[in-house]
């Protein structure tokens, strides 16, 4: 029997799985992006939280037939929007408005964040909601006002205790911050795509305020939507991939 208009291999394309393929696929990276919408979900409530997207594309995959056919990937990216503030009234807390990132110091190396719920820890150093040390002029920061009362954070990162000035915060920016890696925690970390921090050169930061996520909850709950409904095309795309196989199977060829 001639096979005309196809090359059978065993390759990836073109072959008779190729419907199945496609749809798991689209399946796989839907799963993935419900992963995404869900972590922002869980994240509206927490303090200067960036909103995750992600985005597909389509690349030539070589196969171990040597032809190629079309596959999709993903892009995952942190959306670095301001977040909106909020009043606080605890001096231990500050918000950064515009670009910048608190530095932190953490056992694997120093990290960056935009989460300013700071508190201060048993040797009364300004830590994080984790306990890592927030940095200011390049160590970890001790504020011996342990009421925080007496504590003043001017806007330009430097701090005062009972009117003395006692060092400034370190506050940072990134060539790409869209390079930094998320390592969890609402830390971030250098790499090379995001280049090297630098010391930010208009530095703003509010006393006694917290920087919101930048979640909008309805927005991800319609995305949540709109993913679940493309989900079920991609399962009926597979039933319809089943139904011909079992046609094909059992129809083509039956005599007459």
Known sequence: MQNIGFSFSQGL????????????EGAILLERRQQV???NLANTNTAGFKKQGLTFEEYLLPQIDATRRTAKGEIEKTLFTQGPTHETGNPLDFAIEGEGFFVVQTPAGNRYTRAGNFTLDAQNQLVTQEGYPVLGDGAPIILQDTTGKGIWLAEDGRFFVDETEMGRIDLVTFPNPDGLDRMGQNLYAETRASGQPAPSE??????GFIEDSNINPVEEMVNMIDMFRAYEVQQKTLQSVDHLDDKAVNEVGRPA
């Open 13 to 24: 394309h073109p072959h008779t799985r190729l419907g199945h393929m496609e749809a798991l």
């Open 37 to 39: 919408i869900s972590n």
């Open 202 to 207: 208009t530095p703003h930061v509010r006393q």
